[in-house]
């Protein structure tokens, strides 16, 4: 499970590298005031980019289980995770409910 992890971390980082370069190709591309023949190499270029490495291949995990499915985007856990440490009273201002 860990070499899952680590290996998403690092298409994380290619991914942020990418999304870099192609921020400043398509910047470069629309700037009207550049020669053409500038921004038609920055096109070229953007159109090479590859595909490969897109936001859609990246996984979000679970920290501590390294579990895939995570029961929203704003914690870090997985629902099993997040629903033991309610009920061991770690996170405040949830209880287990009782019928």
């Given at each position: 499970?860990?070499?899952?992890f680590i290996k998403d971390k690092i298409l994380r980082n290619i991914l942020e590298q990418s999304n870099k370069k192609y921020f400043i190709l398509k910047s470069i591309m629309k700037n009207?005031?550049?020669?053409i023949l500038i921004r038609q190499k920055a096109f070229l270029k953007?159109?090479?980019c590859s595909q490969k490495f897109?936001?859609?291949?990246?996984?979000n995990r679970c920290v501590n289980?390294?579990?895939k499915?995570?029961?929203?985007?704003f914690t870090l856990f997985s629902r099993f995770l997040y629903l033991k440490l309610i009920r061991n009273g770690k996170i405040n201002g949830f209880q287990k409910s009782s019928w």
């Open positions: 499970m860990k070499k899952l009207v005031n550049l020669f953007l159109k090479k897109s936001k859609v291949s990246i996984v289980s390294f579990n499915k995570r029961f929203n985007k």
